[in-house]
């Protein structure tokens, strides 16, 4: 499918969409369908469903309007349904301070999910200006956003996963309490 047409983002506005992407399940099925149509049955066999609960979350997915049907085609008598993103990316509204962050809960399932010998995990504790710590954000956006120009559906998936902000003050990490 020509992911030319597709809009660049999706931005999460309903209480509705926002349920559909809070679900793990349906986080993996997405992530399916990022990169390639698939049907119910091949979502099932790559992300281990049965085929009925596949089923269920995609039409959650296609009602929330995240996802669609692409392309139908009669196979013995049946119409096979050919689902994909609704857009390239999508934008979830800001949880607010305390919120919890669903996309990054998400990523972090999958990598506690993920082989050991297939992770690449780093954390750093910097000390940046406000023109330094900008700097690094539009650089990792702008690393992120070439090797996803360079993505091959028929590859492997990879996911990559960075968090550059401002840590809660001690006392507000810790509750308040001293």
Same mark, same amino acid.
Not at 32 to 40: C, D, G, Q
């Given at each position: 499918?020509?992911?030319?047409?597709?809009?660049?983002?999706?931005? @999460?506005?309903?209480?509705?969409?926002?349920?559909?992407?809070?679900?793990?399940?349906?986080?993996? #099925?997405?992530?399916?369908?990022?990169?390639?149509? !698939?049907? #119910?049955?091949?979502? !099932?066999?790559?992300?281990?469903?049965?085929?009925?609960?596949?089923?269920?979350?995609?039409?959650?997915?296609?009602?929330?309007?995240?996802?669609?049907?692409?392309?139908?085609? +009669? @196979?013995?008598?049946?119409?096979?349904?050919?689902?994909?993103?609704?857009?390239?990316? #999508?934008?979830?509204?800001?949880?607010?301070?305390?919120?919890?962050?669903?996309?990054?809960?998400?990523?972090? !399932?999958?990598?506690?999910?993920?082989? @050991?010998?297939?992770?690449? @995990?780093?954390?750093?504790?910097?000390?940046?200006?406000?023109?330094?710590?900008?700097?690094?954000? !539009?650089?990792?956006?702008?690393?992120?956003?070439?090797?996803?120009?360079?993505?091959?559906?028929?590859?492997?998936?990879?996911?990559?996963?960075?968090?550059?902000?401002?840590?809660?003050?001690?006392?507000?990490?810790?509750?308040?309490? +001293?």
């Amino acid at each position: 499918m020509p992911t030319d047409d597709l809009p660049e983002t999706f931005h @999460v506005t309903t209480d509705e969409q926002l349920r559909a992407v809070s679900s793990l399940t349906r986080h993996r #099925i997405m992530a399916v369908l990022r990169f390639e149509p !698939a049907t #119910i049955t091949q979502v !099932a066999e790559r992300v281990g469903l049965a085929k009925g609960s596949s089923s269920y979350h995609v039409r959650l997915l296609e009602r929330a309007g995240l996802v669609k049907v692409v392309r139908t085609r +009669k @196979v013995r008598g049946v119409t096979e349904r050919y689902y994909a993103m609704a857009a390239r990316a #999508i934008a979830l509204p800001d949880p607010g301070e305390g919120g919890p962050d669903v996309l990054m809960r998400h990523a972090v !399932a999958d990598l506690e999910a993920s082989p @050991v010998d297939g992770r690449h @995990v780093r954390m750093a504790h910097l000390r940046l200006t406000g023109e330094q710590f900008a700097q690094l954000g !539009a650089r990792l956006q702008a690393l992120a956003d070439e090797f996803q120009e360079l993505s091959d559906p028929s590859l492997p998936d990879a996911s990559l996963v960075f968090a550059l902000f401002h840590p809660a003050p001690r006392d507000q990490a810790e509750g308040g309490a +001293k």
